[in-house]
């Protein structure tokens, strides 16, 4: 066989993998959206739940719509945020509300992310719409953090509408630390655990997400810790990642009833997240700059 020959093959063997490849995918994505009907369909049944509202814009999975959902309930249309963990910006929970006309700060560790959300979301930076904190919340100093940057753009932290907590391990302990009330709060739970088992992680300020299931407190554990502070548990996500609270003082009437773990847990589906939401929109994300109206 001489190097032609061979080089043709290979193009054609690359070829046949990459569609059977393609074939895969929006098969597994066909299997996914059914899935995902036949989990939806009996809680549709029930108008207060929001499982069915979901929907990703920029959000990791189906967060985006649970929380637009939230705030229609609650009444705020253009509001605050503050949210911990944010990666490069593209694929967090508050990007959709920046295009909404909100304002907030992101808090990132990743000295990396930092320099490409410099770059991507410049005109944000510029506009004072957005502030970005390069460092490690920490029970110790949330509170500075999450103050000194609202005040940055000129929110007051007390008025702070959203928060939500994505650091793959300590968030139960940021939570408790917490001084103000936001309106509603996001935060990953480690819906390994079903309910009723309460497991936190002990706190470990060196501790870093080893890709592995030892990444947060339970949900359980999380609903313990956010009512204590006046919180109830409004939903949880299809694919058993976050989990929402809203102020109790603003949640009654409006959502589920009996809201425990029990009722509103969902297990760990993230097989959901790599065979729908990852290829959702089509593209890979990016932002703007866009015409401001």
Not at 45 to 68: C, H, M, T, W
Not at 142 to 166: K, P, Y
Not at 192 to 219: C, E, H
Not at 248 to 260: H, I, N, Q, S
Request: charged share 25%.
């Amino acid at each position: 066989m001489n190097d032609d020959t061979s080089i043709k093959l290979f193009n054609l063997l690359f070829q046949q993998l990459t569609v059977m490849n393609y074939s895969i995918k929006r098969g597994a994505g066909y299997l996914a959206r059914q899935e995902m009907e036949r989990i939806l369909a009996p809680l549709r049944a029930d108008p207060r739940r929001l499982e069915p509202f979901g929907f990703k814009v920029y959000s990791q999975n189906d967060e985006d719509g649970i929380l637009a959902e939230i705030f229609r309930r609650i009444g705020v249309s253009a509001g605050s945020f503050c949210e911990i963990g944010v990666q490069n910006g593209l694929e967090c929970n508050s990007l959709f509300l920046l295009h909404q006309g909100w304002r907030g700060m992101w808090i990132e560790a990743d000295n990396r992310q930092i320099a490409l959300i410099e770059e991507k979301f410049s005109p944000l930076l510029a506009a004072g719409r957005l502030h970005v904190v390069n460092g490690y919340a920490m029970p110790d100093s949330v509170n500075r953090l999450v103050a000194d940057g609202l005040g940055r753009i000129g929110t007051d932290v007390e008025a702070l509408d959203f928060l939500s907590i994505d650091v793959d391990g300590m968030d139960i302990h940021l939570l408790e630390a917490l001084e103000s009330r936001p309106k509603v709060i996001c935060i990953e739970y480690n819906a390994k655990f079903p309910p009723g088992v309460d497991r936190r992680p002990l706190f470990d300020p060196q501790y870093r997400w080893r890709g592995t299931d030892y990444m947060g407190a339970s949900l359980s554990a999380l609903d313990e810790a956010a009512a204590g502070m006046g919180y109830a548990l409004v939903a949880t996500n299809i694919t058993g990642a976050n989990a929402f609270f809203v102020r109790r003082d603003l949640a009654e009437g409006r959502f589920v009833g009996e809201a425990t773990p029990d009722r509103l847990y969902n297990p760990p589906r993230y097989y959901l997240m790599l065979d729908h939401f990852l290829d959702q929109v089509g593209h890979g994300a990016d932002f703007g700059p866009y015409a401001e109206r």
